[in-house]
């Protein structure tokens, strides 16, 4: 989100982000976007029944244009959004992604596999876990006697350099 947010600024991303939201006031993205000015809304995941609804409504109620989930680990309501969000995920999709498939899970299953080559995908949200197209891949070694720690730092560098080029990309079309 912070990376996001500040490529933005920079002007290498031309776009701006107005608003965050999140499903806890303590969340990591919630100080961060507070820090640089960015509104946050907190929308509690309960009741269930409403979630997608009150996300789309702080979503608009902000003037968002897109959509860029970081670290959101619910299925996404595409319906008014379609074309218009962007996910990243920490591995080579389709490889490694899909439900349960987050954090150092992923890291320890490309670990698992002796995979010799990791990164991070950033692809558009459809109604499925991880399967949209592929906007930007990047890609990075696995190195002899990595852990999922050192794997992890390995791809957040690409995440960082992936996101604001698949966001540059997508806004241009």
Request: with cysteine; proline share 6%.
């Amino acid at each position: 989100m912070a990376n996001l947010a500040d490529a933005c600024a920079r002007g290498e991303v031309p776009a701006v982000v107005v608003a965050c939201v999140v499903t806890r006031a303590d969340a990591g993205a919630a100080a961060r976007c507070r820090e640089r000015g960015i509104a946050v809304e907190v929308v509690a995941p309960e009741p269930a029944a409403t979630f997608d609804d009150r996300v789309d409504a702080a979503l608009r109620a902000h003037g968002v244009e897109w959509v860029c989930l970081c670290g959101y680990l619910r299925r996404f309501r595409v319906d008014a959004w379609r074309g218009r969000a962007l996910n990243i995920h920490p591995a080579l999709l389709p490889e490694f992604g899909g439900p349960g498939m987050w954090g150092d899970r992923v890291h320890e299953a490309v670990l698992a596999a002796g995979r010799t080559e990791s990164g991070c995908t950033v692809h558009w949200v459809d109604e499925e876990y991880d399967r949209g197209a592929p906007v930007v891949q990047r890609r990075c070694p696995v190195l002899p006697g990595d852990t999922p720690k050192s794997l992890a730092e390995r791809v957040f560098r690409e995440e960082c350099k992936a996101y604001p080029d698949a966001l540059r990309q997508a806004v241009g079309n």
